[in-house]
């Protein structure tokens, strides 16, 4: 007797190919070192629309990559920490730097990134994943970090 499967499912893959070796890959010590980085390999729209990205880190600090997690307008952009930490989880990342622009220069943090920070720290404790700072970057150059300023 045979049976027939009555649906199908979905196959679930998760790929993760890192290219870089772990000792070539930047180390980060400190919140301005992250800033560098991050303004190296932000997109031309600092100065027009807010985007968020991660740091993934492995646990040395080093930058084992770098995710886009949302872009959106002039004023602000929606961040899902399932998507966070799906591209955490994917790399195996031990640790992230949130950051994110104002396009506005004004490099004060809103109650919502404060809240979004608290949420996503709290969500990494969850899964052993460090939330080590949270950056904001202005167009005109400068950053605030969480971490500096003891908001983290």
């Not at 027939?4 to 196959?11: D, G, M, R």
């Not at 993934?56 to 997690?69: D, E, K, Q, S």
């Not at 622009?101 to 920070?117: A, M, V, Y």
Request: with cysteine; proline share 3%.
């Amino acid at each position: 007797m045979c049976y027939k499967i009555p649906f199908e499912v979905t196959e679930v893959k998760l790929i993760y190919q890192n290219k870089v070796k772990a000792t070539d890959c930047p180390q980060i010590k400190s919140s301005l070192e992250a800033y560098q980085i991050l303004l190296a390999n932000w997109s031309d729209q600092i100065g027009f629309i807010e985007e968020f990205y991660i740091l993934l880190l492995n646990r040395a600090n080093r930058v084992i990559g770098r995710y886009l997690v949302s872009q959106g307008g002039m004023a602000g952009t929606v961040v899902d920490a399932k998507t966070v930490f799906t591209a955490a989880l994917k790399c195996r990342a031990a640790s992230l730097i949130l950051a994110h622009n104002h396009p506005s220069g004004n490099l004060r943090p809103s109650q919502s990134d404060i809240d979004l920070t608290k949420k996503l720290k709290q969500g990494g404790e969850l899964l052993d994943i460090t939330i080590l700072d949270h950056l904001i970057l202005s167009p005109d150059g400068g950053y605030y970090s969480f971490a500096d300023e003891g908001l983290l």
